[in-house]
């Protein structure tokens, strides 16, 4: 089985900056990696897929990188409303899994 | 457009079977070649993803939950359903249907539906 790891937790910044968050699996995923926004109350929204591709309707602030087995979900010019909690997951090869989030929150 | 939408009990007793059920709106699961699963939320934790099935039928499971869960379809109604057997407090969860589109991730989500499992 694959595992993702995700860090940080948690980040803290100021509007207009610049947030980066890490999954790492544990083997190679060769690409594969998707990447989901939640607001409390409401379902994961998918941002990114294939590790780089933005999903229709995703603002281009948001971004994705990386190859092997490590990937960066980057959020430029950090808005209020980008306030949510952050999941990677691995669609590579079942059994299915997610990283255990990154919650994002303004200074 | 794509929905999904659950549907089940919001209350189950320790020891009995979750049953839910997703109704899909919007593409027919039977002429899809995507994957429709099941990921369930623990009130203030992360995702997990439970399980998923493939419209010929193929289904695939969490090692942790394989021995508990049972995913079918239902193409007559455009539907696919849930059961985890033997609940326990632990279970508790919100439960999300969602369409795995291929290795891309899961692109639609139903709302989501709380089941709280006590006596």
């Known amino acids: 089985d694959i595992q993702v790891t995700q860090f940080p937790s948690s980040v803290s910044a100021s509007v207009g900056d610049r947030v980066t968050i890490t999954c790492r699996a544990s083997l190679v995923i060769s690409g594969w990696i998707a990447w989901y926004q939640q607001k409390p109350g409401k379902p994961p929204k998918l941002l990114i897929y294939?590790?780089?591709t933005l999903q229709s309707g995703v603002p281009s602030r948001f971004s994705g990188s990386g190859s092997g087995t490590d990937y960066t979900l980057t959020i430029s010019n950090l808005q209020p409303e980008d306030v949510a909690t952050y999941y990677c997951?691995?669609?590579?090869?079942?059994?299915?899994?997610f990283g255990g989030g990154t919650k994002v929150e303004i200074k | 457009q794509v929905q999904l939408q659950e549907s089940g009990p919001g209350l189950v007793k320790p020891s009995q079977t979750l049953s839910l059920t997703c109704t899909v709106s919007g593409v027919s699961i039977s002429s899809s070649g995507d994957h429709w699963g099941w990921v369930r939320q623990p009130p203030g934790k992360g995702l997990e993803w439970i399980g998923s099935i493939y419209y010929r039928g193929g289904t695939f499971y969490a090692p942790s939950l394989k021995s508990r869960v049972t995913i079918s379809l239902d193409m007559s109604k455009n539907q696919f359903s849930l059961k985890v057997n033997s609940v326990t407090a632990a279970d508790t969860a919100v439960y999300y249907c969602?369409?795995?589109?291929?290795?891309?991730?899961?692109?639609?989500w139903g709302q989501g539906t709380l089941v709280t499992v006590s006596s």
């Open positions: 294939a590790a780089t």
């Open positions: 997951q691995q669609p590579y090869s079942f059994p299915l899994t």
């Open positions: 969602a369409r795995l589109e291929g290795g891309s991730g899961f692109d639609y």
